[in-house]
Every structure is written in C-alpha cells, then in structure tokens.
C-alpha cells in the first residue's frame, strides 16, 4: 500500500468513488503545485494529507474559473460555480466529482464552510483586478482576495476553536506573501497587460509603467523593486508568529513555507534587475535542504 492509500485510510476515507475523487484531484495539484503537493505528503499527519489537496483543488478550480477566457464569460462561470458550491454546501451533498471531495472535506473539518463562504463572497475581486492607485488599494485587495483564498487551505492548518488570533497571523503573513508575488511575478503581469506594484510607489521612484514594460532597469527601478522587496521581508518576518499559532504536527509545513518565501525574496535580490524578465526562485539544492530537514523534524513529532 502506497502512502496515499494509507493518508485516504487515515483520513477515513473508505468510498470507492470518493476515494477515486480526491485521487483525481491529487493529480491535478501534483500537475500544477508539485512541490507543495509533496511538501503536504513529507510533512503533514496523513490524516490531513487527503483534506489539504481537495482544499487547494477548489482553490485551483475556482482561480482558474476568475482568469481565463473573456471577463463576461468569467463572470457567467463564477456565478454558477459560486451558486453550485453554496447549493451543495447547504445540502451536503453533489454529484459533482470536483465537489464531492470538498463536502467530505467540510464534514470533517467544519471550520472550512465559513471559509469556502467567505471566500467566494469576495473573490470577484479578482476578477475585477485593474491595478491599484495606493497601498490602501492594495490592503483592499488582501483582505478582500488574498487573505480569503489562503485561509481556504489555512484553516485546515490553524488550531481548533477559536483562530481569531491566527487568522489575523495570516493576514500578516499573506501581505508579504503577496507582495512578494506581484514583485517576482512583475515580467508575468506586464506580458499580460497587469501591473500590481501601486501607482504611488512609481510616482514615488518617478518610474513610469513604460519603463517596466519596456525592461529599463536603471536607478530608479532598482531603488522601486528593492523598496517593495523591502516591504515584503519586514511584513513576513512578523509573519512568522503563525508557525506557534498551528498545532506542533503542523509546524513543520506552515514553517517550510515560510521560509520558502524568504528563500524567494533572497533569491530575488541576488539580481533585481533580472525580475524585469523573469521570475526568480530557490535553488533546487536549497530546496530540498528545507524540506529535508523539516521532513525530520515532522518525523520526530510524529515518534
């Protein structure tokens, strides 16, 4: 028996055909977030393993639904995805195979179902996205898109109870995250015709959207890229006070992606410049050192 026939047994998991879902849905985080996929199966309890996939194939299918195609055409999909899922969360059940994981997710872990709700509340944020004017702008966005859409996965990894206190760690955390993002993403989002950084940092460095587009990578765009790297790493460094607000068990993933970032926004500095054409990353060794070594120390806990 493999380990993810022993993480659907652990979860409880005994349905031939639910069993066959959340193994569809495997695949399809494997496909496009491998490395967090194998992250979750190294560092998480089994039991959890099968929970966190279908929560981040929502995610993934609900991301998707928000990005492609006309914006008129997204909008008709979202409204029936979104009416679909709040139909099958108040019935509890769906014969919708993208769904039926989900369901079976929120029965076991019913903190989920606020945040599906909340999520898909504001989501259109998204949808509507034009770049923003100020920072205020920006703080809009996270809580209305950002923060929803990781606490969708969050909460499965926050305590029992009460996760006021973590959720507001989270938020923390996710402003630098995003940040980050939209830094390291910035080549991704010009080809596409987006710009995230706020219009009042470039009149700030007086460098011109034109400037980023066209991969002018002088003083003044160093000095706007390096501010904003800055703004991320003082923002996830106090983000760090998630990893005692989760349970021990889950501290070994919570602390890998953490520090994942870190890796990244280092990785970024290393050639600033260079984010004017592309994305920047960890090296491959560094990586695995991370994970390797919170794969031990998530073995440790678990005896």
Known sequence: MGSWERALDAAGIRDPRLRDDYGRQREQVTRYRREAA????????????PHVIAATAFMHRTDGLLDSGPVAERKAAFAAWEGEVADSLAAGTTDNPELRP??????????????????LATATADLDFAGFAAEADYQRYLDDYSLPAFMVVAALL??????????????????????????????????????????????????????????????????????????????????????????????????????????????????????????????????????????????????
């Open 38 to 49: 194998l992250a979750a199966r190294l560092l998480l309890p089994a039991a959890l393993v």
């Open 102 to 119: 989900l369901l079976n997710t929120v029965a076991a872990h019913p903190v989920l179902a606020g945040r599906v709700r909340d999520f």
């Open 158 to 303: 926050g305590p029992t109870g009460d996760q006021s206190a973590y959720r507001a760690a989270c938020r923390t955390y996710i402003d630098g995250s995003q940040r980050l993002d939209f830094v390291n993403d910035l080549a991704e989002d010009l080809e596409g015709g987006r710009l995230a950084i706020p219009d009042e940092y470039l009149t700030l460095h007086q460098v011109t959207r034109d400037d980023l587009a066209q991969g002018r990578s002088g003083p003044s765009v160093a000095a706007l890229l390096a501010e904003q790297l800055d703004r991320a790493d003082r923002t996830l460094a106090e983000g760090r006070a998630v990893i005692d607000l989760v349970p021990p068990a889950h501290r070994p993933m919570v602390r890998c992606m953490v520090r994942l970032e870190e890796l990244t926004s280092a990785a970024a500095r290393a050639d600033i410049p260079a984010l004017l054409r592309r994305s920047a990353g960890p090296g491959k060794p560094a990586a695995l050192r991370l994970l390797g070594t919170e794969y031990l120390r998530a073995r440790r806990l678990r005896g």
